[in-house]
């Protein structure tokens, strides 16, 4: 069977048609419906011509009927048909039947057995948040009125944060002018970020975090260093080092001040810790009347 084909329109060159109407042309081409559609546009214009036709010569019939009609004959008169529709059909109800209603300032989806538990005034349990870096915390739900009032939640969550302390090793060599220190070597737990080494009135070098591998502490050297001697790696400075990576196991040896007092700095632990605050040492020099054995910084 052969698919009837369109016919192919040439437009003059000067001529544009807008795209839609190109588009349009192509797609019913591709679908072989321009035939269709010319057909259609023939009735739209014929069929309103042959009705008014018709209905002319139908009236000029019925003018010639209606004058040898006498007046003694009465009009019959229309009868309506009335039918009774069924209540099924469009009963709501019925078709609505499977769905429950909601109340709109209630908060959506709840389970069922929350929402027996507030139409009988009972409060719902306390549910548990969690989240990414957060442990658990109970929720308070407040009671719900005999109107039907919606609960107030109020949630009170834990925060916890996550950081890397160190545990170093201090060991005083020189107390200056070429004087060996007879101070006992002091080992330091815990301790937090921008944390001084050896302490906070001589703070040779600062704690500022673990390295990318986490197996390195990254630590910020003074201006006020003389030299280091030992086999960590130098991070930050060519002539100079600024920022100094200490490795467990490998000591550093300091000289600080004019005085060139010396300290034997090792890296014993590195380590994840959780608190419930943000724990970051104090900088400055510390305040008079506190020992330097509980200082942190």
Not at 18 to 43: K, M, N, Q, S, T
Not at 105 to 131: I, K, L
Request: net charge positive.
């Amino acid at each position: 069977m052969k698919r009837l084909k369109g016919p192919e329109i040439k437009l003059p060159k000067n001529v544009r048609l807008p795209r839609f109407l190109v588009d349009l042309y192509h797609d019913l081409d591709e679908r072989h419906l321009l035939p269709v559609v010319a057909v259609l546009i023939v009735g739209i214009v014929a069929i309103p011509l042959l009705l008014s036709g018709s209905s002319d010569s139908a009236e000029e019939s019925s003018a010639g009927a209606e004058s040898a009609a006498t007046a003694s004959t009465a009009p019959k008169t229309s009868t309506l048909v009335v039918a009774k529709e069924s209540p099924n059909l469009r009963d709501y109800k019925r078709r609505l039947k499977h769905l429950h209603p909601k109340d709109p300032f209630r908060p959506q989806g709840s389970s069922a057995t929350t929402d027996e538990a507030s139409a009988s005034g009972s409060s719902p349990e306390a549910t548990e948040a969690t989240g990414g870096g957060e442990s658990p915390a109970p929720v308070e739900t407040g009671g719900e009125s005999g109107g039907g009032t919606p609960t107030e939640t109020t949630t009170h969550t834990k925060v916890t944060f996550f950081t890397y302390a160190i545990d170093v090793k201090v060991t005083p060599l020189s107390s200056g002018d070429g004087k060996p220190s007879k101070a006992d070597p002091t080992i330091r737990h815990d301790l937090p970020p921008l944390v001084m080494l050896p302490s906070r009135d001589t703070p040779a070098l600062t704690y500022v975090g673990p390295s990318r591998d986490g197996k390195k502490a990254i630590m910020l050297v003074s201006s006020d260093v003389v030299s280091l001697f030992g086999d960590s790696k130098c991070v930050v400075g060519s002539t100079s080092c600024q920022m100094l990576a200490l490795e467990p196991g490998v000591p550093e040896t300091i000289v600080y001040g004019p005085s060139a007092r010396t300290y034997r700095v090792e890296l014993l632990k590195l380590q994840v810790v959780t608190t419930d605050h943000l724990n970051r040492a104090a900088l400055g020099k510390p305040k008079h009347g506190k020992s330097k054995q509980h200082q942190s910084g």
